[in-house]
């Protein structure tokens, strides 16, 4: 008789510590994931007039400054593309000069088409803000006198790995 | 002694030491595991977005004499670039706020006096942008609950 409840005891002492032991902590999984990011943004609504020249040379280029644009990718090797929708009047050429992120080359001013062309490349893995970006309009004098138009130009992010 | 009197005896043992068992019973259970987070988005020129998790709660049960504290860790070291906070609401004692969660436990809640009853864990996953890309894998995030005199 004494044995059995000796050994009633010690299970419900093991079993109490069991319990007490188990109690004390309590777990939660996490699963996580971190996808392919590549993000670009401009700001500014540039404005360019060619309205003089300098006697004997060509028409004076527009300028514009003052522009920005900024970029977060988690990739490596991403390039940003330029391109408008539709060709520029005869005798005139805009182009954009993107001034390149840490680690990034920029193509300089580089003339924009309707094919898509790089204007920076071999971004990696960064997040950089208000970078510069100026354009600039160039007419030949055979390009006459043009109506004032607008162009959207589509920066995209790509190729990225 | 009678045996009937050492069965009353052994009886009032075993009350006993099953009320000592019950006093030092504490004990902290959690509500489930939060959904997956997934970091897919950013501003440009900003890290990417932070994935926030909320949806999970917490409860110490049957704290008796003394203070507790809950202390949380992960298994295994997070990587390179990314970060994952846990925050702890509480109704007892205070809550450490938002904290980084490492392999080496950290408090999240002290003193703890009285029970603690479906609180919010909240998960908040944050990456720069050299973490690069990172698949989907998992840590085990353990809640300890330690008595403080």
Request: hydrophobic share 45%; net charge positive; glycine share 8%.
């Amino acid at each position: 008789m004494k044995t059995v409840s000796f050994l009633s005891i010690s299970t419900l002492v093991a079993m109490a510590a069991a319990s007490f032991a188990s109690a004390q902590t309590a777990t939660q999984t996490v699963t996580f994931q971190v996808s392919a990011i590549n993000q670009i943004a401009v700001t500014g609504a540039p404005s360019l007039v060619i309205n003089t020249a300098v006697a004997g040379s060509p028409l004076t280029s527009a300028t514009s400054a003052g522009n920005t644009w900024s970029v977060t990718t988690n990739q490596s090797g991403a390039s940003i593309t330029a391109s408008i929708p539709s060709a520029m009047p005869a005798g005139l050429t805009l182009s954009a000069n993107l001034v390149a992120p840490a680690g990034a080359t920029s193509t300089g001013l580089t003339a924009l088409g309707t094919t898509a062309v790089n204007v920076v490349t071999g971004i990696t893995k960064l997040s950089a803000a208000s970078l510069g970006l100026t354009y600039q309009l160039d007419a030949t004098a055979a390009a006459g006198v043009v109506a004032s138009g607008t162009r959207v130009v589509t920066y995209t992010i790509t190729g990225g790995v | 002694m009678t045996a009937t009197a050492r069965r009353i005896r052994c009886a009032v043992a075993v009350t006993g030491l099953l009320v000592v068992v019950a006093e030092a019973q504490a004990q902290i259970t959690v509500s489930g595991s939060p959904s997956t987070m997934k970091i897919s988005a950013a501003t440009a020129g900003s890290a990417p977005l932070a994935v926030t998790r909320a949806g999970t709660k917490y409860t110490v049960q049957q704290p008796t004499s003394g203070h507790y504290t809950v202390t949380a860790n992960i298994n295994a070291p997070m990587p390179a670039g990314v970060t994952l906070t846990i925050a702890l609401a509480t109704s007892s004692g205070a809550s450490s706020g938002t904290v980084t969660l490492g392999t080496t436990p950290q408090n999240v809640v002290t003193g703890i006096a009285t029970k603690v009853t479906n609180r919010a864990i909240t998960y908040t996953l944050n990456a720069t942008a050299s973490a690069g890309v990172v698949p989907i894998q998992t840590r085990s995030v353990t809640l300890t609950l330690i008595n403080t005199p």
